[in-house]
């Protein structure tokens, strides 16, 4: 190993490439003692060839060790501030923060260089969303003491980062608030906690010293609240903050950070009677929890202004929110009592609710309406609402579903023989980090553009790949379907000499490795070598490989398997005329095998002798499938899963997972070889994860839809028992699935109603009545199972009460009362009535008002002739009557 001296002579003397071998390696130390004592001359010199050498590794990623070695030479040796800054400014350098820092201040003092400030503005203005964190606390260590930080967005969110995860590294972990006291960011920064949107979610981080079941909750507002009371920061200022952030308005998510801090600072009487107007305006537009908030602090005020509160109160008893609406009664209730003289005024203002959608809403303020309401006597009969019927709301009369007929399908986007919209279609697909859309398109276009345009596709893939999103960038190692490396390899690829190709060895085994036989089991065509992996992601992968194998080859004018159905369906006509253009060449194997699978089912002779008369292998191969009737359904079978066993030590995840949980399993018919294995489902593991890769399977069974509920329950079920997003998103494509449903599809809607997430609800919701229309759904399959769900306590049965109401007004009330008819035995039967019982109650009576069909309930009349005023009870016999009028 050469001496530090023996390195600063070569240095000096020109010898450039011992430094750069020291970047490579990461060795930030030897970097700066190898600068100490350089002429400045020199210095410029090596920083000339620093940045072309950077250039031929721009590409490579830079840990954290090179990047910081790399930081320590670029301020050692370029002459300006914007030069560093447009080296180290790349993503692809990670840069170890502080101890960066350290180090670079040393060499500029050394140096005798004044542009750190600016060199840490100028990155500071280039901070990106997937910087890393380490980034910013170099960025940050280069700032002065006494200099005005920068108060970017992307630098106060990192900021915040940086805050819930302190650099361990440095001994045990300083409570937030004694950092917070010490911060010198804290001045400048604090007041943009309020003024960024989003910011709030990243805010409510938990502070953990020993252990997570030990964690300090929303550390952060809280340590806020201390310093007010320190007098470190100003009070005021974080009431007007939070206040004016709210609103503002936010995502639900990012807002309950304030309503935290402003719980936290408990602002007295003459604080909230200062801000009053403020907080009626969030009484009356503001989401559920912050309106609550606003309400229980106004409800505090000794006397507040009578018509400021009724002005706020109309807008509030039109609102959806039950809680709000009834807290707000209750106040005018009170208000009516203490200033009688105003009762009338008052009693006018709570009958506004007397149109709101929940029933005992409704009778609460028909019966406080008349209670201080004008008498006969003194001016006349009552304005009062009348009072809700036992059902719900009259309707004109007895009436079932109403919801048009989808028709058929939509036809496929036609095929892609443009290299313009080749390139369109790739950069919106790898373009984001969203995978889950079909490829088929984009496969077929490119089967039909590679043997004939190369050279001008590859020309034109080339920008598009670098320019892809991170996502994309490689095979994600913890997931076992990701298809990001082999997608990616395929584009990288296409448009290449077929003799040059690099990966066609990687193709060849792949293609093997699905067609490995088990001597233990049964023959199979298609082996699935990871049991993480469905078979359909198997099918899938299988595909590509074949794709990637062949790509280029001349003779192929697209892909068998391409749909004419927007669901991924074919028509066997369409693919007879393909096999007829293809003469003798033999089709591709996976690509004639998902082909078949998106053939109708059933039984055609006609088809199969036409298959037959085309004298190759792939025609009597259609034709055998055609009179075989395609796959046959699956026997279908409810199973219970336990959550796994505690790990020793440690096990974080174990607490997250629900106890139990219902699956499906499936297994072929007797006699039925399944040699594709996509008849043969066994629940995964409750953590498996699929992402987004579900929703490209319904396309690769389209008259599957049983068999397709089955592969997708796992991601539906953690919608709703882990609270994952996006896990229904594929229900609405399952709606468009032909082929019968069962158990797997009943389950499916049944979790997917009590998803975590809004946007997985609506998935169901949609996916209800889409089979609704078609006469597809079980609603008491449906029901069924929601109550069994709901009565075990393995689901929250309030989420379920929406897109259930959402179903009946869009048309669906026969659905959704016998459903709710399926459903409410068990519930009722349940020892703990679950929360959102009675709101279930009161939306069956209302749709068996609206439908006029009787259907019994089981355990209904038991739960009506209780004795007690309790919801439950009162809603039971509300729906006990709407039947017996019946």
Not at 126 to 148: E, I, N, Q
Not at 578 to 599: F, K, V
Request: glycine share 8%.
């Amino acid at each position: 190993m050469k001496s530090t001296v023996r390195r600063r002579r070569e240095l000096a003397a020109g010898g450039s490439s011992d430094l750069f071998d020291l970047v490579d390696a990461g060795s930030a130390d030897l970097v700066a003692v190898a600068l100490t004592g350089l002429p400045e001359q020199r210095r410029r010199a090596v920083g000339v060839e620093l940045t072309e050498w950077f250039k031929t590794h721009r590409s490579t990623f830079w840990g954290s060790a090179k990047g910081t070695a790399l930081a320590v030479a670029v301020v050692g040796c370029l002459p300006t501030a914007a030069q560093a800054a447009a080296l180290l400014s790349r993503r692809s350098v990670a840069i170890d923060g502080d101890r960066a820092a350290r180090l670079v201040r040393v060499v500029a003092v050394e140096r005798g260089i004044d542009w750190l400030p600016e060199l840490a503005r100028r990155m500071a203005d280039k901070l990106t969303r997937d910087v890393w964190l380490g980034h910013w606390r170099f960025v940050a260590g280069l700032l002065p003491a006494d200099a005005a930080p920068p108060t970017g967005e992307r630098f106060v969110e990192l900021w915040v980062q940086s805050l819930g995860t302190p650099d361990r590294r440095r001994g045990a972990p300083v409570p937030l608030v004694d950092r917070l006291r010490a911060d010198p960011l804290l001045p400048a920064l604090l007041p943009r906690l309020f003024e960024i949107d989003g910011l709030g979610g990243p805010m409510m981080f938990d502070e953990v010293h020993t252990d997570w079941e030990n964690r300090r909750r929303h550390v952060l507002p809280t340590a806020l609240a201390q310093l007010a009371a320190e007098g470190v920061v100003d009070r005021a200022a974080l009431l007007d903050g939070a206040l004016g952030r709210l609103l503002r308005g936010d995502r639900p998510a990012a807002l309950r950070a304030f309503t935290v801090l402003l719980d936290e600072l408990q602002p007295g009487t003459q604080e909230v009677a200062a801000r009053a107007t403020d907080y009626l305006r969030l009484l009356a537009d503001a989401p559920a929890p912050v309106a609550v908030m606003a309400q229980k602090a106004l409800r505090a005020l000794p006397d507040p202004e009578p018509e400021a509160v009724l002005a706020a109160s109309r807008e509030v008893l039109l609102r959806p929110d039950k809680a709000l609406v009834r807290g707000q009664l209750t106040w005018l209730d009170r208000l009516a009592r203490r200033h009688p003289d105003r009762a009338a005024q008052i009693a006018e203002v709570i009958a506004v609710a007397a149109g709101h959608p929940a029933v005992d809403v409704r009778d609460r303020a028909a019966a406080l309406t008349a209670r201080h309401g004008p008498t006969p006597a003194a001016g006349g009969p009552a304005p009062a609402a009348e009072p809700a019927s036992a059902g719900g709301p009259a309707v004109a009369g007895a009436r079932g579903d109403d919801l048009p007929h989808p028709g058929p399908p939509a036809p496929a986007p036609a095929p892609i023989t443009d290299l313009d919209e080749l390139t369109e279609e790739v950069a919106a697909l790898v373009g984001t980090e969203h995978r889950g859309e079909p490829l088929d398109r984009i496969l077929d276009g490119l089967v039909r553009l590679a043997p004939t345009d190369g050279p001008r596709l590859r020309a034109a893939l080339d920008p598009v790949l670098a320019r892809r999103h991170w996502a994309w960038a490689a095979e994600h190692s913890w997931d076992p379907c990701c298809l990001c490396g082999l997608v990616s390899d395929l584009l990288e690829t296409a448009g290449e000499p077929r003799p040059a190709a690099p990966q066609r060895g990687r193709w060849a085994a792949l293609l093997a490795a699905v067609r490995r036989t088990d001597p233990q089991g049964p023959p199979r065509e298609l082996t699935v070598t990871d049991p993480r992996v469905p078979a359909p992601h198997a099918l899938l992968r299988a595909r590509l490989a074949e794709v990637g194998h062949h790509l280029g080859e001349p003779g192929h004018p697209g892909l068998l398997a391409a749909p004419t159905s927007a669901n991924g369906a074919l028509d066997p006509l369409a693919l007879l005329e393909r096999l007829t253009a293809l003469g003798e060449r033999q089709p591709w194997r996976w690509d004639l095998t998902q082909a078949l699978l998106r053939l109708p089912t059933g039984v055609d002779d006609t088809l199969a002798g036409k298959a037959e008369a085309l004298r190759t292998p792939a025609g009597d191969r259609v034709a055998a499938w055609l009179r075989a009737g395609g796959l046959p359904d699956p026997v279908a079978r409810l199973v219970p899963l336990a959550r796994r066993p505690r790990k020793v030590g440690y096990d974080w995840q174990h607490d997250q997972l629900p106890p139990r949980r219902i699956a499906v399993e499936l297994r072929p018919p007797a006699g039925y070889p399944d040699p594709y294995g996509l008849l043969t489902v066994d629940p995964p593991p409750m953590e498996t994860d699929h992402a987004t890769w579900a929703r490209m399977w319904p396309s690769v069974l389209p008259h599957h839809l049983g068999v397709v509920a089955a592969y997708v329950l796992p991601q539906v079920t953690a919608a709703a028992d882990l609270d994952r997003r996006d896990g229904a998103l594929a229900l609405p494509l399952l709606a468009e699935c032909g082929g019968s449903g069962g158990p797997a599809v009943d389950v499916a809607l049944a979790y997917g109603l009590a998803a975590r997430h809004g946007v997985d609800r609506v998935a169901t919701l949609d996916a209800l009545l889409g089979l609704a229309a078609t006469g597809r759904l079980d609603a008491a399959g449906v029901g069924a199972r929601l109550g069994d769900l709901g009565a075990g306590q393995l689901v929250k049965l309030t989420r379920a009460v929406e897109p259930l109401r959402d179903a009946a007004g869009a048309g669906a009330p026969l659905s959704v009362w016998r459903l709710l008819a399926a459903a409410l035995p068990p519930l009722l039967a349940a020892a703990t009535p679950p929360r959102g019982l009675p709101d279930l109650l009161t939306l069956a009576a209302e749709t068996a008002t609206a439908t006029g069909a009787r259907i019994e309930v089981p355990g209904l009349a038991e739960v009506a002739g209780r004795g007690g005023t309790s919801r439950v009870v009162t809603e039971a016999r509300r729906l006990h009557r709407a039947l017996a009028a019946g």
